[in-house]
């Protein structure tokens, strides 16, 4: 199976902040990675697809990129909303599997 | 509306089973994979089953194989999951989530999710 693995696992940060979480998987899996959001109590939601494809209805300051085993989710402008937990999953191959989560707090 | 909805949760004991239920809405659902994902307490989230629109692929996440049974039934928009010899790791928010496929990319992901149901495993 392939390994995901997230950091970091959380982070403090204020309303208006630039935020960047990171991805890497095991091996390669080419763009087939997705970001989600998770409130708590929450269905997850799908945020980033193919790597830097934002999903529809999903604010611009969202953004993803990467390729290989190396991924970025930024949130260019952190808003009240969007504390949450941040999950990378791969769809390159099945089992999909997802990264253990970052935690996104206010400071 | 578009909405998936998980029922079926509850409390059981070890070696017992238990069956979930996601009703679909506001889409056409045979017309695509679905899948189960569950949320351990105080854990990520991680894969657990997907069929195919027909029926005629299902995979399991190995921990569950030979105890989970994955099924759906599109005449009434339900997804089902048949879970037996229940461990306590079972223990779990439950989701449903229905899986698209993107032409521009050739890549897939878990495009809606339910609000989840609720598995205890306990004695």
């Known amino acids: 199976d392939i390994q995901m693995t997230q950091s970091p696992s959380s982070l403090s940060a204020s309303v208006g902040d630039r935020v960047t979480i990171t991805c890497r998987a095991s091996?390669?899996?080419?763009?087939?990675l997705n970001w989600y959001q998770h409130r708590p109590g929450k269905a997850p939601k799908l945020l980033i697809y193919a790597a830097s494809s934002l999903q529809s209805g999903v604010p611009s300051r969202f953004s993803g990129s990467g390729s290989g085993t190396d991924f970025t989710l930024t949130i260019s402008s952190l808003q009240s909303e969007d504390f949450a937990t941040y999950y990378c999953?791969?769809?390159?191959?099945?089992?999909?599997?997802f990264g253990g989560g970052t935690k996104v707090e206010i400071k | 509306e578009v909405q998936l909805v998980e029922s079926g949760g509850g409390l059981v004991q070890p070696g017992g089973s238990l069956r979930l239920s996601c009703a679909a809405s506001?889409?056409?659902?045979?017309?695509?994979?679905m899948n189960w994902v569950r949320q351990a307490p105080g854990k990520g989230l991680e894969w657990v089953a997907t069929?195919?629109?027909?029926?005629?692929?299902?995979y399991y996440v190995d921990s569950v194989e030979g105890r989970f049974t994955i099924s759906r039934d599109n005449a009434k928009n339900l997804l089902y999951l048949r879970m037996s010899s229940l461990r306590a790791e079972d223990t779990a928010v439950y989701y449903c989530a229905r899986e698209t496929y993107y032409d521009s990319s050739g890549s897939d992901a878990f495009d809606m999710w339910g609000q989840g149901t609720m598995v205890t495993v306990s004695s």
């Open positions: 999953q791969q769809s390159y191959t099945t089992p999909p599997t």
């Open positions: 091996q390669s899996i080419i763009n087939y």
């Open positions: 506001g889409f056409t659902f045979n017309k695509y994979w």
């Open positions: 069929i195919k629109q027909d029926e005629s692929e299902k």
